[in-house]
């Protein structure tokens, strides 16, 4: 059986409880990005008030500060009441354009720095990237393939029976299958999950 999964920027603004209920009219869980910790705190209380089950993405560049990063994500966890060891992932995003004249080698070493730190603070860890950036970026490594893995493929198709492997992860944790859907006022992201 898959599930369903939206995630939510600090672009998404804070649902009333009204629109949360209609997001778990849709979904069984929340991932919320960590972008502005006042909005994502407050975006997990609505969330978790309306029964969902949270997870939080991180989202950097490679210019970003990846502790100030992670710092953040532990702020909205810690602040929240979150169960970083038990009860909710954090997904760390490699999905952004990077520079073309870095190596693999700078990437895979850049991610296990992520990886690290989010580790140093308890965290459960997966990785949120695309087929496509991660082949082209990070080598097609397969050194993260232990964490799980939640992909962008955006062709609109809620199942993970088109998964082409990548990475090393032979079957993936989650698919975002969607993105900028309006659902009762609120733009999330559609994904799906076993």
């Not at 998404?12 to 910790?37: F, K, M, N, W, Y």
């Not at 993405?57 to 532990?74: E, F, K, M, T």
Request: proline share 4%.
């Amino acid at each position: 059986m898959t599930l369903k999964a939206v995630d939510i920027s600090n672009f998404s603004g804070i649902p009333t409880h009204e629109q949360a209920l209609a997001l778990r009219d849709v979904a069984r869980a929340a991932i919320i990005g960590c972008q502005d910790v006042d909005i994502a705190k407050a975006q997990v209380a609505a969330c978790r008030g309306a029964c969902l089950e949270v997870d939080l993405y991180a989202q950097p560049s490679v210019d970003s500060s990846l502790l100030y990063i992670v710092r953040g994500a532990d702020r909205v966890a810690g602040e929240s009441g979150l169960n970083r060891a038990s009860e909710s992932m954090l997904w760390l995003a490699f999905d952004f354009q990077p520079p073309t004249d870095m190596s693999p080698d700078f990437f895979i070493g850049w991610m296990s720095r992520f990886v690290s730190l989010a580790k140093l603070l308890q965290f459960q860890v997966g990785i949120y990237t695309r087929r496509n950036l991660w082949v082209d970026f990070m080598g097609d490594t397969s050194e993260f393939s232990t964490y799980p893995l939640w992909y962008a493929d955006y062709g609109g198709v809620d199942n993970m029976d088109n998964y082409e492997g990548f990475g090393g992860w032979l079957v993936p944790t989650m698919k975002q299958y969607a993105q900028n859907v309006e659902i009762d006022g609120v733009l999330v992201d559609l994904s799906v999950y076993r």
